[in-house]
């Protein structure tokens, strides 16, 4: 299913990987999209998945908010670490500055209870499951098959890679990266901008800006 804001157009911003993921999950909901744009101009005039790219950002400055609502399709590309999320930020809030708004998309299969608080533009990718209680903030990624239990609180500007599991009372800050197949034990707190690589298995608090791995997870990089 896809939350949407009115009966507006949905137009992707951004033509790569994700994109092509979130256009089949609007396609297959009965809601595909009616555009793409990519700053990168070879791949103006193409398309995908018959959805065409249309141009760079200035093509959804040329068009009224109130006709068209945006889904946000930068994903955090393998190894870029924050800079993916720095620029799914930096995009959100260019946009919302000038008055167009964001649609959340969830995959069919995905399992979102309804006592949940979610803010606007999160996805929520093939059989993510969010639990009761749980808050997530604007424009954050919970990827293939993410596990939110009860009571968990993320932020915005997040991304929870495949496959992670944030046991409950979990707390994650804004810009976070959750890599894949991590383990968040109960109540542990991830400060903002940190970074959990992927398999690690976190038992204690993580301040701000911090990466670390491993299992246990260990820092790696202190802010």
């Known amino acids: 299913m896809t939350v949407l804001v009115g009966d507006r157009d949905i137009t992707l911003i951004g033509a790569r990987g994700h ?10 909901a009965g809601t595909p ?18 959805v065409p790219v249309i141009g760079g950002d200035e093509a959804i400055f040329a068009q ?18 924050q800079s993916g999320l720095k620029l799914r930020r930096a995009l959100f809030e260019s946009f919302k500055g000038k008055g167009f708004e964001f649609a959340s998309v969830f995959s069919n299969d ?34 293939t098959g993410a596990s939110l239990d009860h009571d968990c609180w993320v932020g915005a500007h997040s991304h929870i890679a495949p496959w992670a599991v944030l046991c409950g009372g979990v ?36 301040a701000a800006g911090t990466t670390v791995v491993g299992n246990p997870a260990r820092v790696i990089s202190a802010a």
């Open 64 to 81: 009224m908010p109130s006709d068209i609502i945006l889904v946000n399709a930068v994903g955090n590309a393998p190894g870029s670490g």
């Open 171 to 206: 707390t994650v800050g804004d810009e976070c990266h959750i890599g894949a197949r991590a383990v968040l034990v109960p109540g542990v707190k991830v400060g903002d901008g940190a970074v959990v690589g992927a398999g690690a298995v976190v038992i204690g608090d993580v």
């Open 110 to 143: 995905a399992v979102v209870s309804g006592k949940t608080t979610l803010g606007e533009g999160v996805q929520a990718i093939t059989r993510a499951v969010i639990h009761p209680g749980v808050n997530i903030g604007d424009n954050t990624i919970l990827n």
């Open 19 to 28: 994109a092509r993921v979130l256009i089949h999950i609007l396609q297959e």
């Open 33 to 50: 999209p009616v555009a793409v744009t990519d700053i990168d101009d070879r791949l103006h005039g193409t398309d995908v998945y018959d």
